[in-house]
């Protein structure tokens, strides 16, 4: 029978259903019992009840599943319970509906509440069937009846029960009865309908020879055994398409998910988008906090993407790489995708850090008209998204497509090997001058503070960032008497310094990492056109170069060198501000006095009348 599969703490409403239904079910169940006791039943028709008793109460039991999940299951007892009623009465059927019912309850140890609503309801099921009995009355000699009173009884057994379920799980989970009333009809209904059939054959085979209800146990187990394997099999599909961590759909289910929703949308006329979501630097997450932590993260982020109301499948087809089928065209599907960086930036992660995702959005017949052309878009969207700053989603466009071609990514490929090449060069500065080494680190990460103060984008932001790395380069060939003299330095000497620039430029030749080669030449020209090596001033000298002179400048005045102690940040700014126009970039100066006051190393000051410039950065 459907079962209530409740805990305490019911709703004021569902007490009053459970108060319903027993206030219902005591008056039938005392009924029945006094009817027996003024007229009993002889001793052969007593043995035979006794013995539908006994098999109602086995079958309640040994419940059979229906579902994977073992919370549906149907109890074969309904074939013994209504063959009673039109063998022996109402009567019998009611007391051996509720004495079946709760004994089982008593066995599994349910709570009371759920006892006595689950008897009371399985009672008044069992009244209801009756209903049939009443209008035409007993015919044992007639098969056409018998079988007319079980369908309709039948009927009348599963209405009353599967109502008054319905409307508990809808009190309680506060959910609408009708669907939860069309999805138990479904899942048990032909369960029910085919042991409406066995009632009728067993109170046809009872009537015709007590001794011939043994033939009933082949389709009783006939039933079971199909029951069972079929759930069986479902269980084993359904394990051959979940992934066993997250309980989504794997890269198999994926694969047939998408393209049956590509063919309905198609068949339909209707759209379809599909979102590829990577959790970002997940390998950061297993490192730091352990596999199992990681783990626990997918599990998180899976069920944050099974939110969608228009999903037609979430999937994890790789380590940290997840899909999501929307049934919807590219702008509700957007809406989709940020309403989900809200529940991922609100969520609270087992690790107890926060986690960023990058997805790549594509949608049919726009962006891609068959499955291998929509994975396509999809994937070069999430590139995109992944290699300008992750924690961002990514629409595909025509552009994204050029921007990702074979050719481009592999030219992508060589320009960072390229890029790792020229960082492996900073390795030489430090051994020539651990100075110069730190001070290269130190200005690259001021460069890139300036950068982000002048919103420059992530690409340039890096180029700052390694330019300022490798704007010392060309000291490798400055003698260190030279870069260490604590007096003041010969014509000869200056000139050696300041031909660094143009030799730090030359050993990146041939590198193609413009324009860090171009910086790094010109980090010594200055506003007023002052500078080295080409005396280029204001706006012809290239910005990371404006950039580079800046951050250069502060750091080597608030640093100690051989021939001085350094500066306090709030002079070294006084300095800058004063040669803004002349020297420096104003709105460089600007930007690297506002990141300073940020950090809180200095104030808002006035220009003053220190003088700290010296022979390295002048």
Same mark, same amino acid.
């Given at each position: ?43 052969? @028709? ?48 009611? &007391? /051996? ?68 379920? *319905? ?10 009865? /009708? ?18 059939? &066995? ?14 209800? +043994? ?14 394997? *079929? ?9 051959? =398409? ?40 997940? #390998? ?17 982020? $899976? ?7 228009? *999903? ?17 065209? @590219? ?12 529940? +991922? ?8 850090? $926060? ?26 969207? &999430? =590139? ?11 629409? =595909? ?15 992508? $490929? ?10 492996? &060069? ?5 051994? #020539? ?6 001070? *290269? ?11 982000? #103060? ?38 000869? @000497? ?37 500078? =080295? ?13 404006? +950039? ?26 006084? @300095? ?43």
């Amino acid at each position: 029978m459907p079962d209530l599969a409740l805990q305490t703490g019911y709703p004021p409403r569902l007490r009053a259903l459970i108060a319903t239904a027993l206030a219902l079910a005591i008056p039938v169940v005392v009924g029945a019992g006094v009817s027996i006791g003024l007229d009993p039943p002889g001793p052969e @028709e007593g043995l035979a009840v006794l013995l539908f008793l006994s098999l109602a109460l086995v079958a309640e039991l040994k419940p059979v599943p229906l579902e994977e999940d073992n919370l549906s299951t149907v109890s074969l007892a309904f074939v013994f319970i209504l063959a009673s009623v039109i063998l022996f009465g109402w009567q019998e059927a009611v &007391l /051996i509906a509720a004495i079946s019912a709760l004994t089982a309850q008593l066995v599994e140890r349910k709570p009371f509440d759920r006892t006595v609503f689950n008897t009371s309801v399985y009672s008044l099921s069992a009244f209801a069937a009756a209903l049939p009995v009443f209008v035409l009355g007993p015919s044992m000699d007639n098969p056409l009846t018998i079988t007319v009173e079980a369908l309709i009884g039948g009927a009348a057994f599963v209405a009353v029960n599967f109502a008054f379920i *319905s409307l508990a799980i809808s009190f309680h989970q506060r959910l609408p009865v /009708i669907p939860l009333l069309t999805e138990e009809l479904r899942l048990v209904g032909p369960a029910f309908a085919i042991q409406a059939f &066995l009632a009728a054959l067993a109170a046809a085979l009872w009537a015709t020879d007590a001794r011939l209800l +043994v033939l009933m146990a082949g389709p009783l187990f006939t039933v079971t055994l199909y029951q069972r394997s *079929s759930l069986a099999t479902r269980r084993a599909t359904r394990d051959a =398409y979940t992934d066993s961590l997250t309980l989504i759909g794997n890269n198999r289910a994926y694969e047939l998910g998408l393209a049956t929703a590509l063919d309905a949308a198609a068949d339909g006329g209707t759209r379809l988008s599909l979102c590829l979501v990577d959790v970002d630097d997940f #390998k950061r997450i297993n490192d730091t906090y352990g596999h199992p932590l990681g783990d626990q993260v997918l599990v998180e982020i $899976a069920r944050l993407l099974g939110s969608a109301p228009d *999903s037609v499948g979430t999937f994890r087809f790789g380590g940290d790489e997840f899909a999501v089928v929307l049934a919807c065209g @590219e702008v509700q599907a957007r809406r989709h995708v940020e309403a989900l960086y809200q529940r +991922v930036s609100a969520a609270s992660f087992s690790h107890g850090a $926060a986690v960023t995702v990058s997805v790549g959005l594509a949608s049919y017949p726009d962006q891609g008209d068959d499955v291998a052309s929509l994975e396509r878009a999809a994937d070069s969207a &999430l =590139y995109w998204a992944k290699h300008s700053g992750k924690n961002r989603y990514c629409t =595909y466009s025509p552009a994204i497509a050029e921007a990702f071609s074979p050719a481009e990514l592999e030219r992508r $490929a060589e320009h960072q090997a390229r890029l790792r090449a020229a960082e492996n &060069l900073i390795r030489v500065v430090d051994a #020539k001058d651990e100075y110069t080494g730190a001070h *290269s680190e130190r200005v690259a990460l001021l460069v890139e503070a300036v950068a982000r #103060k002048l919103e420059v984008d992530d690409e340039q932001v890096e180029q700052l960032k390694l330019a300022g790395r490798l704007h010392d380069l060309g000291k490798i060939a400055i003698p260190d008497r030279v870069l260490q003299k604590p007096g003041a330095l010969t014509p000869y @000497e200056e000139h050696q310094l300041a031909h660094h620039p143009e030799l730090g430029a030359s050993l990146l030749d041939g590198m193609d990492i413009r324009p860090v080669d171009v910086w790094i030449r010109h980090h010594h020209e200055h506003w007023d056109g002052s500078g =080295y090596p080409f005396g280029l001033e204001g706006e012809e000298i290239p910005f990371g170069s404006r +950039v580079i002179l800046v951050a250069d400048a502060y750091d080597a005045m608030t640093t100690d060198r051989s021939y001085r102690e350094a500066a306090d940040p709030q002079d070294a700014l006084v @300095e800058l501000r004063r040669q803004a126009g002349v020297q420096f970039d104003p709105t460089v100066v600007a930007a690297l006095a506002a990141h300073l006051e940020d950090v809180g190393l200095v104030s808002s000051v006035e220009v003053g009348e220190v003088v700290l410039l010296d022979r390295q950065v002048a």
